[in-house]
Every structure is written in structure tokens, then in C-alpha cells.
């Protein structure tokens, strides 16, 4: 669903974050590491300022490019997975067309929509029939049944005449992918601490994993807000424009 808008200065900190996160966690679980390098800088007395500024940018540029690992991770586990194949793209929700599970009367299901509750809130029927209308005579065709190409056109149109809308998505976009990769990044921290666990052979660490658990639980759900907030955005004021369209065109038949 998500369209590639420009990059700015809020994607860099969605990606540094995060992977600045998960190396750090990487260096206090595995001290040999620092302690390798603290050793390779002391051998070379005479430029230690000019090792620590080396060390300090490779230590940056480690952490973005960790971050753009965890990015991708979020995006396959987040967006492919979860979204895509299980809870169903806000164009889908929106639009009333991923709706198998709501007679589903199981435990499971009953739970699951509970806490999807406000990310699984269609559009009015009202709504919706006004909007297919609107679409079908905007593009002079017939309805398409793919609600990613719907989407896709909406956004095109949005991107192209609706430069305020566009930095508000801006917004939405940075926002929901900063949480995306918390997301991702607090599941490779849980996946290092088991693995640390194992290592020393104490469950001691596996506490921490309480505070990830609650933590994927909250970015996950600002997650999930901040992207159907984004895909609404897009259709909703697709609708306004095009309806504003619509409407000047038919006064100039007149």
C-alpha cells in the first residue's frame, strides 16, 4: 500500500534510532567487542584522536546500517506478513473487503477484534457507494476491484494536487515507519537477550523481555494507527478533489 514519498530528515532518525538501538544492545551483551577495539585503539598512542573520530563515524555508519536491516525486517514481519496476509491493508478495512473473520464467533477471533478494534473500522456504506461513484466517473472506467490500484491512483492524484495533504502524509509516513522499526528493532533485542541467556546460562536476562513484550504492544498499535490514518488521508481527500472536480466540470456543461 505504502508509496515511496520524499526522504527527509525524519526517515534518517527512523532508521539511526532504531539501529542504534539494537548495536548498543549488541555491544553491552557482548563486552569482548568493545573490549577488542578499546585494545586495537591503545596500540596506536600517538593518533588516538585520530581513531576515535574513525571509530566514531564506522560507529554511525554501523548504526544505519543495522537500522536499514531492522527497516527491512519491520517491513517483511509488519507490512507482508502481519498486515498483508493477516489483518488485511487499511484499503481493505476501509472499504469493508477483508471482513472473512467477523462471523467468527471463537475466543481467538472475539480477541482479535477487540484490540483491532479501531483499525478495523470501515467507511459508512453510505460512504463507500459515494466514493466508488466518485472514483468510477473521475477515471471514466469501470470500478477496480484491486484495492491496491485504487489506492495507488488516489495517491497519484493526491501527490499531484494536493501539495498540503502531501506533507501531512510526510508525516504519517515517518511517524508509522519510526514505530514499524521499534517494532522490529524490540524483537531482534528479545530474540539477543535469549540468546545471552543461553550463553551465561541464567534466566536472569529474560526479564527484560516483560519490558519488549510491552513495548512491541505499544509501537505496534501506534504502528497500525499512524497507517490507517495514512491510507485515510489519501481517500478521503481524494473524494474532496475529486468531487470538487466533478462539480466544476458540470457546471461548465451547463
Not at 525486517?73 to 489483518?87: A, F, H, N, S, T
Not at 463507500?128 to 492524484?157: G, H
Not at 529474560?206 to 485515510?232: E, M, S
Request: hydrophobic share 45%; proline share 4%.
Amino acid at each position: 500500500m505504502p508509496t515511496q514519498i520524499s526522504f527527509n530528515r525524519y526517515d534518517y532518525f527512523g532508521i539511526l534510532f532504531p539501529g542504534s538501538l539494537v548495536t548498543a544492545t549488541i555491544f553491552l551483551l557482548f563486552p569482548e567487542i568493545i573490549s577488542g577495539i578499546n585494545s586495537y585503539i591503545s596500540t596506536a598512542s600517538g593518533m588516538v584522536i585520530l581513531f576515535s573520530a574513525f571509530f566514531t563515524f564506522i560507529g554511525i555508519l554501523m548504526c544505519y546500517i543495522v537500522g536499514l536491516v531492522v527497516t527491512s525486517l519491520g517491513r517483511w514481519i509488519l507490512e507482508d506478513i502481519i498486515i498483508g496476509k493477516k489483518i488485511g491493508y487499511p484499503g481493505d478495512i476501509l472499504f469493508n473487503v477483508k471482513k472473512q473473520d467477523r462471523d467468527d464467533t471463537s475466543p481467538s477471533s472475539r480477541k482479535k477484534r477487540i484490540w483491532l478494534k479501531v483499525y478495523r473500522k470501515p467507511y459508512s456504506p453510505d460512504f463507500i457507494n459515494s466514493f466508488n461513484k466518485i472514483f468510477s466517473e473521475y477515471f471514466d472506467s469501470n470500478l477496480l476491484k484491486d484495492q491496491k490500484d485504487k489506492f495507488s491512483l488516489c495517491f497519484a492524484t493526491v501527490k499531484e494536487h494536493c501539495p498540503a495533504t502531501l506533507d501531512r502524509l510526510n508525516v504519517f509516513i515517518s511517524l508509522y515507519g519510526l514505530n514499524r522499526n521499534l517494532v522490529a528493532a524490540f524483537l531482534i533485542l528479545s530474540g539477543l537477550v535469549i540468546a545471552q541467556a543461553i550463553k551465561i546460562l541464567n534466566p536472569l536476562p529474560l526479564i527484560w523481555l516483560i519490558l519488549f513484550t510491552f513495548l512491541i504492544y505499544v509501537h505496534f498499535k501506534t504502528f497500525l494507527k499512524f497507517f490507517r490514518t495514512y491510507g485515510d488521508e489519501v481517500f478521503r481527500t481524494f473524494f474532496i478533489f475529486a468531487s470538487e472536480q466533478l462539480q466544476k466540470g458540470k457546471q461548465k456543461n451547463d
